[in-house]
C-alpha cells in the first residue's frame, strides 16, 4: 500500500473516529482519558475454530465473522441462517421453504443439504453422511438464547475438519453458566403464523468429583408454525401419460390438469429440541436432540417432484441424538491434550403423496388413488478424536498441533412405494442402501511468530476413507501487523467434500449407480485481506479466488445414453428423466468483500457495521456454455444500526441485507423464453427490545421485517420447464412472506 | 486404545487452569487499563514493577508465567510507563505482601493454579498499594482486583470495586464504564 493511501486510510478512520469519540466528562477533574483504544481492544473478537485454539481474529488464518449473542438479541435474529443474513461477511443463504441453501464468496449450490459448508456446535459437526445434511434454518435446533457467539470461518476448512467445510466452517458455541445463570423462560410469537416457547437454565454447583464448580447450561424448546397460507398460480400441467387425461394434482381434486390455489394446510414446522452443556472438572459433555418435521405445500426440481399441491401428509421429519464428551489434559508445561468422543444418531423420515398416474406408475401400480414415496434413511456414526498442541516456547510463538480423528459409520436407506388409501405395497423397496464405512483423518499444524507483527500458519489434514484414496487439505497463512491497528493477512487453502452416501450408493429404476467411482469435490483457494482498526472502529477489505474441481451433479441421461442403458439392461425402454451421479463441472469464482463496523457514544450506545460481497462465479461443464451459478448471489451484504437508549429504556435497532438478482435454478434447464432471473431482494429488519419497566427479570423484544421482493429463486409447480402448451412464457417462482412481525417475551429469574 | 490409555493415565492438571482470554491480549489490555489507575504512578514512580506470582508446582502456572512475561515484553509501556517483570514462586499471603511493600511491586499477576490462595491473598493485600490481577476472571469475585474474562468471543475488564480501594487503586470512570464492576 503506498503511503498516501495509507495516509487517507487512517485520515478515513480518523474522521470516523472523532464522530465516535468520547467528550470529556465536566465531572471529572482528571484529564478525560480517550477510551478508543482499549474499546478497540475489548472489540477483539477470540476464536476457536479458525486454528482449534483461542486467537484474536486479526491474526486467525481465515476471515472471520463473530456474531454475539448481543447482536442476537439487539437485531431481532431468530435462526442462524438469519445470523448470517442479516450479520455475516461473506455467507448468505436462500431459504426455498424445503432446505435453507448456504453459499459463500458468490458460490451456492443449490439443494446441496448445506454439505458444502461445515457446521459445528461447540466444536461437534452437524453434518450427516447420507445426504452430508447440515440445517442452518430453523431445523439446526439451537436454542438462540443459549448461544453466546457464532464464528463464522470463510473459505476452505479441510485442513482441520476434513469434509464438508469448502464454503467455509461455522462454529456455535453456547454459553456458559456465567453468561445464563438463573432460570429463563421465552415465549414468541409470530402473529397468525408460528409461536416458540423455551425453558432452560444455567447454574454452577459444586461436587465431590471436581474441585471447581460444576457448569450446567440446559434448554428445552418446542416451535410450530402453520403458513402462511401463500397464493399459487394456476398452471396447466398436461396430460398425464398414464391416463391419458389431464393430471390429477391431489387426493380429491379433478382430474382437470390445474395445478395451484390457496395453501392453507402443507406449509408448517414441528419443532422440539433440546440442548445439554455440563462441564466438570477437565470433561465437558454435550448433548443435543431434536425432531424437526416440516412440510412445504409446492413441487420443485430438486425436491418432491411429484408431490400433491398443499398435501400436509406430504413431509419430511429428521431426527437427530448427538453425544459429545471432550477431556482436556495438561501433561506438561508445553503439551496439552485433548480427547473427544462422540456419538451421533440420525433418522429420515421423507413421504410424498402423488395423486398423478404417471407417478404412480412410476411406483409400481397405476390402480393406486394415490401413491406414497416414503423414504426413510439413518446414519449413525461415533469417532474419537485426540489431539496434542506442543507449545514449544511456552510464549505460542512456536506451536505445533497434532490430530487425529477416526469414525465408524452406518448408513442405511429405501424407499418404498404404498398405496396411500390401503398401506399396500406397490413394489419392491428401492434405493437400498446398508453400509458400514471407517474414516480417519490425520492433521498437522504449525503456527510460528518469528516477530510480534509477523505470524504463520502451516497445516495439512490426509483424510481416507473406503470410498475414495486418501485427500490431503493443506492450508498456508501469514498475518503482518503493518502499522498500529493494522494487519495484512494472505492465505491459500484446500478443501474437499466426500460424496454423499446417498450420491455414490442410492440406485433406483430412475436412478443409475454410479459408473466407477465418485471422486472428492476439490476447492483450492487464494485470499487476501486488509483490517485497519482505530478504536473502536474496523475496516476490512479483502479479495478472493477459488477453483472448484469435480463437482458432483446428477447428470439426466441423454437421449443417446438412454439408448445405450436399454441396450445393456439397465433402464426399460419408457422411463424417461433417468440420472446418474458423476463428477461433472468445475466453478471458477473471484471477487471481494468488505466490512466496516464500529461503536459510538459515551457508552457506546451506538452501533452499526455495513459487509459487502461482489463476486463472480462461473460453472464450467465440458461442451456446455460458461454460466453463472443457478441461485447463488454475486452480490450481497448487510448494514446494520442499533442505540441504547440510556437507562431501562429500549434498545432500537435496524438491520438490512440485500441479494442481487440472481439466476433462478431451472434458468439453464427449463427453457423459459423469459423471467430466468429472480428479483433483487432487500429485507429489512426493525427491532425494539429491552427490559419491562416494574417487572424485574421481565424483558421483551418487538420485530418488523418488510421484504422488497415478493419472490424467490425457485420454480415451483407443475410446469418446471417451458413446453409451451400454455400462454406461460415465464417459470412461477416461489412466493415469499413479504411481512412479518413477531412479539417476545424473555422471563430471567437470577440467582 | 494405548494412545487412550496413556491419556487417561498422565499425569493431568485441571481444565480451570487454562485462560479464556489469549495471553498476549490480555497483556495489552493491562497495559491499557493500567493507565487509568490514577496512582499507577504514584505507586510505581518512574518504573512499573510487575510481580507475576506462579503455583511452581503446576504446569499451566508456569506455562502462563513464561507467557505473559514474553507478552509484556513486547509491550512498550505499562501506563505510560517503562516496566519490567519478574516471576516468583508463591511463598504465602503475607510473604507476598511483604514483597510487594519491600520491591514497591506496581502489579502482582496470579497465575493459574492459586485459586486457593485467593482468599489469603485478599486478606493479606488490604491496605497494600498494589494493583493485583487475575489471569483467570472467576478470581475477581474471591477478591482479586483486576481480570479479563471471555463473554460473546470478545475480552471483557472485571473490577473488585471494594477490594480495588482497600489495595488504593482509583480506577478512572471512562474505565469502569467499559468493565463489568462487582463490589
Known sequence: MSARTKHFLVALLGAASLLAASPARADDADTSTSTSDLEGLLNENVVQAASKTSEVGTTAPATVTTVTAEDLRRYGIRTLAEAIDFLSLGAVTSDSQHVVDIGARGVMIPNDNGDHMLLLVNGHTQNEPLFGRAVFGRGASIPLEMIDHIEVILGPGSVLYGSNAMLGVINVVTKRAKDWSGVHGVAEVEPGKSWRGLVGAGVLFQTPLAKDPADLTVALEYYKHDGPAFFYEYRYGGIDGASGRPYRYSRNGPENGYWGGVANDGYYTRLPSGFLRLALGDFELNVQASSFDHAAPYRSRYTKVFQDFDDPDSHERDRRLGIDLTHRARLSSIARVTSRAYVDGWDWFADVNVSSKAACLGAGDTSANTCTLGGRGRSRWAGLELRTDLDWLQTSELVTTIGVDGRLREIKSKVDFFDFDTGRPLQSSQGLIDRNDTLIGAYLQQTILPTRWLSFNLGARLDKETRFDGVISPRFAAAVRTWQGGTLKGSYAEAFRSPSFAETDYVSTLQLPVAGTLRPERVRSVEGSFEQKLGAQRLLFGVFRSWWQDIVENHILSVAEQREAVRLGQVTLNTFGVGQFRNVSQIDNWGLNGTFEGTAGTDQQLHYGLNVTAAIARRDESGVQRVPLAVAPQLFGNARIAYDIPGDWPTLALATHYIGKRPIDRAYDGGWPSGNYAPPQLETRATISGPLPFVRGLSYRLTATYAIADRGAYVVGAQQVYEGITPDRSPQLLPLDQFRTSIGLQYDLLP | ?183
Not at chain 2, 43 to 71: C, E, M
Not at chain 2, 144 to 160: A, C, E, M, W
Open chain 2, 1 to 183: 486404545m494405548s494412545v487412550v490409555a496413556c491419556v487417561l493415565l498422565a499425569p493431568r492438571k485441571s481444565l480451570g487452569d487454562e485462560v479464556a482470554v489469549p495471553v498476549a491480549l490480555q497483556a495489552e489490555l493491562l497495559a491499557k487499563v493500567a493507565s487509568y489507575d490514577r496512582n499507577l504512578a504514584t505507586r510505581a514512580g518512574d518504573r512499573v514493577h510487575v510481580l507475576i506470582v506462579v503455583n511452581a508446582k503446576n504446569d499451566a502456572s508456569n506455562s502462563f508465567a513464561k507467557h505473559i512475561t514474553s507478552a509484556l515484553g513486547g509491550v512498550d509501556k505499562i501506563g505510560g510507563l517503562p516496566h519490567d517483570e519478574t516471576t516468583a514462586p508463591f511463598g504465602g499471603a503475607k510473604a507476598l505482601a511483604e514483597t510487594c511493600r519491600e520491591r514497591r511491586i506496581a502489579i502482582v499477576y496470579l497465575a493459574p493454579g492459586l485459586a486457593d490462595e485467593v482468599p489469603g491473598i485478599r486478606s493479606a493485600l488490604d491496605g497494600v498499594n498494589v494493583l493485583s490481577v487475575a489471569a483467570d476472571a472467576a478470581e475477581v469475585a474471591k477478591g482479586i482486583v483486576l481480570g479479563f474474562d471471555l463473554v460473546s468471543g470478545k475480552p471483557k475488564i472485571v473490577v473488585h470495586l471494594g477490594q480495588a480501594k482497600r489495595q488504593e487503586v482509583s480506577f478512572k470512570a471512562e474505565l469502569l464504564k467499559l468493565a463489568k464492576v462487582l463490589e
